[in-house]
Nanobody
Framework: QVQLVESGGGLVQAGGSLRLSCAVSGSVFSINAMGWYRQAPGKQRELVAFITSGGTTNYADPVKGRFTISRVNAKNTVYLQMNSLKPDDIAVYYC??????????WGQGTQVTVSS
């Protein structure tokens, strides 16, 4: 099993930047991919970006060119650098880890608010 702890959310003006962090503990060797989902008020949770154990990354169309997902293995941490933030990016952001066994573990979520 793994445990995920997120940090880095907050309030930023439109056009600004935030960096989310997701610290992983537990059986990190069992992780196949990690990433971020977000859920805006009244909307379904949607995939933002993910990175595989091999380093392949993938982004949702609304964030391509603005968000970057990365990881630092020595710190067991995955980051989501968010630039050029828009009010449409307002949501609770959830880190997740997909294990090789197929199960998914979620973080507690962190709020991102963008003022226009």
């Amino acid at each position: 099993q793994v445990q995920l702890v997120e940090s880095g959310g907050g309030l930023v003006q439109a056009g600004g930047s935030l960096r989310l962090s997701c610290a992983v503990s537990g059986s990190v060797f069992s992780i196949n991919a990690m990433g971020w989902y977000r859920q805006a008020p009244g909307k379904q949770r949607e995939l933002v970006a993910f990175i595989t154990s091999g380093g392949t990354t993938n982004y949702a169309d609304p964030v391509k060119g603005r968000f970057t997902i990365s990881r630092v293995n020595a710190k067991n941490t995955v980051y989501l650098q968010m630039n050029s933030l828009k009010p449409d990016d307002i949501a609770v952001y959830y880190c997740y880890a997909r294990l090789r066994a197929g199960t998914v573990t979620w973080g507690q979520g962190t709020q991102v608010t963008v003022s226009s």
